[in-house]
């Protein structure tokens, strides 16, 4: 039987001070193509990405998602949200999910990854699911980015529920609705690195 490491709950995880987030200055809202291919050029430059996409909320029962609305791809130091509006930045964006020899790491990527085919027509190349890996390292089956974020740094990942639910279709993002979409990128690009994926 395999032992299975202890994982905190959500009252231990409260107590924790936050993890530090990428701030303002170090996200990129990208919209054009020419904004694209800058971020194209920073982005290429490392060996490894977190990823995460957001899609405007569904209420009606039945009623398919047309998303994503945002992708977003973090190193560890910036984090670019891609929004999927012009068709020249939708297609950098397909290139670099596609383009091999990069990983891409996240959480909860499978529903991600559809998506994606589904609205870019490409498949992720170079794909890392982090609760497989974490799985496969003695943690219970899906963590998610607030419990992988407490078991490795001893610290409390926050997310706003409000940020979480908004509107990720419309032309102009918040800036709450950029910090949200760019940190949960962010952190799983610094636990693909603390579990010594990057080499």
């Not at 905190?8 to 924790?16: D, F, N, T, V, W």
């Not at 904004?35 to 995460?52: C, I, N, P, V, Y």
């Not at 209420?59 to 977003?72: D, R």
Request: hydrophobic share 40%; aromatic share 8%; with cysteine.
């Amino acid at each position: 039987m395999h032992t299975r490491h202890p994982v905190p709950g959500k009252e231990q995880i409260a107590l924790l001070d936050p993890f530090d987030r990428l701030g303002l200055d170090r996200i990129h809202r990208v919209h054009t193509a020419a904004q694209a291919e800058r971020a194209r050029t920073a982005l290429t430059a490392s060996r490894f990405w977190g990823l995460d996409t957001e899609s405007r909320p569904t209420f009606a029962k039945g009623q398919e998602s047309e998303g994503p609305h945002t992708v977003q791809l973090s190193t560890l130091e910036q984090a670019w949200v891609f929004q999927l509006h012009d068709p020249g930045c939708s297609a950098v964006v397909a290139e670099l999910l596609a383009h091999r020899g990069i990983a891409k790491a996240g959480f909860g990527l499978g529903d991600d990854r559809k998506r994606i085919q589904a609205r870019l027509g490409v498949d992720v190349a170079d794909i890392l699911e982090l609760n497989t890996t974490l799985q496969q390292r003695g943690y219970r089956k899906d963590l998610g980015v607030k419990t992988a974020v407490a078991v490795l740094f001893q610290r409390r990942f926050i997310k706003s529920k409000k940020a979480a639910t908004s509107n990720w279709a419309q032309l102009q993002l918040s800036e709450a609705q950029l910090v949200y979409a760019a940190n949960d990128a962010y952190a799983a690009a610094r636990v693909y690195q603390a579990l010594g994926l990057a080499g």
